[in-house]
């Protein structure tokens, strides 16, 4: 059993279009992080929300304590946003992270 | 500042060798962490830190040691690399449990 579930796993997009990962988780948290996986393997961290919303140029994140739910929302995307979207969280209990698999996003010209 | 640096980028062992992943960080972080990355699954924790001289274990510890004897480095070992140890491996750290983990650009390691 995973502790964090995303969905879709992958998808593709045509520029332009708006677009939603989602990710649900199963435990407690502190925190909620999205990071952004480059085609080289790099690894940026783009959000860590806690409550509410965050906005970040054409990114915005979103979560929901009660419905342990979160979503990250893509505006106007652009071919240089084609990476892996990873949701991880941070337990209320110890120092662990669960990490989901991923969203592989795709977006054509 | 360079931030997170991993070395090295690329390595092939032969099963029962041993090696050593540094990783360095400029930040004067507290925090670091490896993990490791293989296909179809998430990033999982093998060890972390929370300070110069202490360790913990993560999730997936077992054939794994670690060592932070300075604040601004981590190392893994592995002393006996096995197959299922093929994998991708990154470090991260941050200021404290709270915040952002900055990551490293990781490191490539077939066993054979």
């Known amino acids: 059993k995973n502790e964090v579930e995303q969905s879709p796993q992958n998808l593709t997009a045509q520029e332009g279009e708006f677009i939603t990962i989602n990710c649900s988780y199963s435990v407690g948290i502190s925190a909620l992080h999205w990071l952004q996986q480059h085609p080289g393997g790099g690894i940026v961290s783009l959000f860590m929300l806690s409550s509410g919303k965050k906005k970040h140029g054409r990114l915005i994140a979103t979560i929901n304590i009660q419905e342990k739910h979160s979503s990250l929302h893509i505006t106007a995307s652009h071919p240089r946003d084609s990476a892996v979207y990873i949701c991880a969280v941070r337990a209320n209990t110890g120092n662990q992270f669960y990490f989901g698999t991923g969203t592989s996003l795709t977006v054509i010209p | 500042n360079a931030g997170v640096t991993q070395t090295p980028k690329f390595r092939v062992l032969k099963t029962g060798q041993s090696m050593t992943l540094l990783c360095a960080q400029d930040?004067?972080?507290?925090?670091m962490y490896w993990y490791r990355q293989d296909p179809g699954m998430g990033l999982r924790l093998i060890h972390y830190?929370?300070?110069?001289?202490?360790?913990a274990k993560g999730e997936v510890p077992d054939g794994y040691n670690v060592s932070r004897l300075k604040k601004q480095n981590f190392l893994l070992g592995l002393e006996s690399a096995a197959p299922s140890q093929t994998s991708v491996y990154f470090c991260a750290s941050s200021p404290d449990r709270h915040l952002t983990q900055y990551f490293g650009p990781g490191t490539r390691l077939t066993v054979l």
């Open positions: 930040m004067n972080h507290e925090y």
């Open positions: 830190s929370v300070g110069e001289g202490t360790t």
